[in-house]
Every structure is written in structure tokens, then in C-alpha cells.
């Protein structure tokens, strides 16, 4: 079956540094991928999403990577500041059927960002 | 993006009581889900909450132990009903917006005793 797992449960980056969170998954099938930042007592918060049809997406200070080879996606903070601790979740979205929608989430980074 | 407000923000229960959680988006949506994150973890999908027919349950989790209910296009409820210390959670609704982004609510950090 389906299955988002995270390979790093604890990421300590120095602050100006780049941060590299990694994300596999099991269904090759799977065609569209989001990233969530968790602060503490907050909800997940949109960071970035990737379709299936792209390998590569940027936004603000961020990038995702996705390897449909090896089912592996990636999100890439650039110079890493203080507010970028928090919890990093991958999810993958229910394939075009009913199960749109319907988030799976890995089991989540907790990035810490030290001076 | 879709702005989403939760009440209440977090309670404290006693064991066999209930809560009901409110769900509040500043505009229509279609699609509505609620999660739990227990503690430490990461979010399962409890249910999606369909406007205007019964919600659809995901695998271990049943209608008379959490009932929702979708009045409407903006608006959902989720009940934990007679609860153990087990359904200490943060509980969060979330929508889909425009290009399919979805959006999640602050959650509501419940604690039972």
C-alpha cells in the first residue's frame, strides 16, 4: 500500500546554512506531493507542493525534488534562519480517484536551527 | 488561502464526557477533513465531512465515536464523544482551496483526564 516515510527525525542546522530534508515514498502511482511546517501550537502550515509531472519546483528560499526512480522527494531550505525551526512534514495526496484529498503524512523532521 | 479558525483552542475533559469541536472557514469550500496528530505524532485522517450527507470514516475510526456534521459550505463540527485519556490529540480541520492547496486549521489541543 501507500506509505510517506521521513529518514531523519531530529535535523540540528546552523543558522545561514542550507537544509536538506528528505522523504520516501512507497507508490510509484503517487502523483502530487506537499510539504507542511509545524510550529509548536500551531497547525501545518503550506509550505510548497510538486506534481508527479515535475522533478523540480522552487518558491521563496525553498525547493522541493522530486526522484520518481528512486520515489524520493526532498525540500531544501536555503540559508536557514531561527524562525525555520519547527516540525517539517511530507504528505502525499490520494491518487485521482475518491481518496483526493485525503492526506497520508510521514512521520515528520524536527528541524532545530542553532546560532 | 482559505483562513480557518477553530473553537475551542484547546480543554481539558473529564473521562466519558464529550466535545464538540467547531470548524469556521472564511469561504465556501468543497472538500473538508478533519485529522488527529496524537501526541508527538504525525496527523491521521479521521473523516472527510461532506455538505449535506453523511461523513466518510477512515479505517478505525467510526461515526458514533466521532460524529461531524457539515451544515454548510463554510462550517463543520466534530464531536469526541465519550472520551478516554486515549483521545488526547490535537484535533484539526482542514480544507481544499483554490489550486487544490489545502489548508489546516490551528487544531484544538484537547486533554483527557
Redesign the interface.
Known sequence: GESVGLHLPTLSVQEGDNSIINCAYSNSASDYFIWYKQESGKGPQFIIDIRSNMDKRQGQRVTVLLNKTVKHLSLQIAATQPGDSAVYFCAENGLRTDSWGKLQFGAGTQVVVTP | ?AV?SQKPSRDICQRGTSLTIQCQVDSQVT?M?W?RQQPG?????IA?ANQGSEATY?SGFVIDKFPISRPNLTFSTLTVSNMSPEDSSIY?C?V?GGQ????????T?LLVL
Open positions: 488561502s480557518i472538500m477533513f485529522y505524532q504525525s496527523l491521521t485522517l472527510t477512515e484539526l482542514s481544499v487544490e492547496t489545502q489548508y489546516f486549521g490551528p487544531g489541543r
